[in-house]
């Protein structure tokens, strides 16, 4: 009773999920109109609409970006959920026989989201082109007479063009990044020169705007990589479910009910079955002689296992229907993941330098310590029996057969490759970098 109520809830959440999106993108699009009727007179987010100061200026845009970006993943989730939906309620109803009231009900839903995607469509058209201002300074450059992107720009290519310009800044002041190639002397030596030789050349000091922009490059990046962190996280679990719920698993069930012969899709569930049915007469059988349960003759202990064999049959059918709907569901999963990493290649350059900066920005101790401990994880003593949990469930997830002579090889060679990449790493890369994190961790490890 308690699963009904639970698996109804869960269907009403997801029937609701179109709906939910929208009403959230709707209320962004409402906030900002607001900020327009408020403060610039109905119109566009611009300085030219309005005589507010560039940090006035500068608070709107980036309130409206916010709310910008709530819209476009309001309308992602709404298209996707909606899509699902249709395919999930036709494959339900095909006959989609509806009485006058609820098709009246329908027609006005529809004319509801209409309505509301007509109003995001106006705000949005607003802010399809980058906002423009005239700035100067150290990250963001340009010629005179020229007009650079705003720091707080709608537009990624901003970001884009941002961040190559701090980069040729960088380089021009001797502040190589992380991934670039390493020279001679230590990059943390040259580092430290170029920084004591900026703070005290006076012609090279960092003016207040350019502290303001190097800071709004800063949070953006770091908001920029974390949400596109959680993207490539979301989107491949939500395409993984939704593919697996609404599209993958009616099929397969529909198919196993054609072919009622096919219980057990491999030779070990089919064993784990019969251990648990001998077990479970076992189980009758001695409860019975201890007085645990009235003693059971052979009708009715041949009734009791026959129960318990159709409860294991269907058992074993849901394991095959989840195991061979996971299958396709993961490789919607992959491409899902492949599509976002195509579309979004200015994206990653943002988040490669937003990880060097967090991995070359540790102390020696923090580099060493997850040195040793991911190494000590994968390809340490302990590891294989690391490894056999994992194989083991990827077996279960696909429903293949444990296959041992193939988890022994493969825990036989992988981490021994692993290890020699990661050698190669430390002695190609790191000891380059940073010699002083290299040499930490030769004695935390001895």
Request: proline share 3%.
């Amino acid at each position: 009773m308690k699963f009904n109520s639970f698996v109804k809830s869960a269907s009403n959440w997801v029937s609701a999920t179109p709906k939910r999106s929208l009403d959230r993108a709707y209320k962004a699009a409402l906030k900002i109109q607001e900020i327009e009727d408020k403060h610039f007179k109905g119109k566009k987010v611009s300085s030219n609409n309005a005589d507010y100061g560039d940090s006035v200026i500068t608070y709107f845009i980036t309130e409206v970006q916010g709310y910008l970006q709530k819209i476009n993943m309001g309308l992602t989730v709404f298209k996707t959920s909606q899509y699902f939906l249709n395919i999930s309620n036709f494959q339900d109803s095909p006959d989609n026989k509806v009485s006058q009231r609820e098709l009246q009900e329908q027609i006005t839903e529809a004319g509801l989201i209409f309505d509301k995607l007509k109003f995001i469509d106006e705000v949005r058209v607003k802010y399809n082109l980058p906002e423009i201002r005239e700035s100067t300074g150290q990250y963001l450059p340009m010629e005179s007479g020229q007009k650079a992107l705003s720091s707080q720009s709608i537009d990624l290519n901003k970001s884009h063009n941002y961040q190559s310009q701090n980069n040729a800044n960088n380089q021009k002041l001797g502040l190589e990044s992380a991934t670039q190639k390493s020279g001679v002397l230590p990059r943390s030596f040259i580092n430290t020169i170029n920084k004591i030789k900026q703070e005290i050349d006076p012609q090279s000091g960092e003016n207040e705007e350019q502290v303001l922009n190097k800071y709004r490059y800063s949070r953006y990046k770091t908001s920029l990589s974390i949400k596109f962190i959680l993207l490539l996280i979301i989107v491949p679990l939500l395409t993984h479910q939704l593919t697996k719920t609404f599209i993958l698993r009616p099929i397969v069930q529909q198919y196993l009910n054609q072919h009622e012969q096919v219980v057990f899709i491999n030779r070990d569930l089919e064993e784990e079955a019969f251990q648990e049915l001998q077990h479970y007469e076992e189980s009758l059988r001695f409860k019975g002689m201890v007085g645990l349960i009235p003693k059971l003759n052979t009708e009715e202990l041949e009734t009791a296992i026959k129960e318990k064999a159709e409860e294991i049959k269907e058992e074993s059918r849901a394991n095959g229907i989840d195991s061979i709907s996971n299958i396709f569901a993961d490789l919607f999963s992959v491409i899902a993941f492949g599509v976002v990493i195509a579309t979004s290649k200015k994206e990653i350059e943002v988040v490669k330098s937003f990880l060097d900066e967090i991995l070359y920005g540790l102390s020696d101790p923090a580099k060493a310590f997850l040195i040793i401990l991911f190494t000590d994880m994968f390809v340490g003593f302990h590891s294989p029996h690391g490894w056999e949990v994992i194989l083991e469930g990827v077996s279960h997830h696909f429903g293949l057969p444990e296959n041992q002579s193939f988890n022994f090889l493969f825990i036989a060679t992988f981490p021994v490759i692993l290890d020699t990449v990661l050698k190669y790493w430390i002695f190609r890369y790191l000891n380059r970098i940073s010699p002083s994190a290299v040499a930490t961790y030769k004695n935390m490890n001895e």
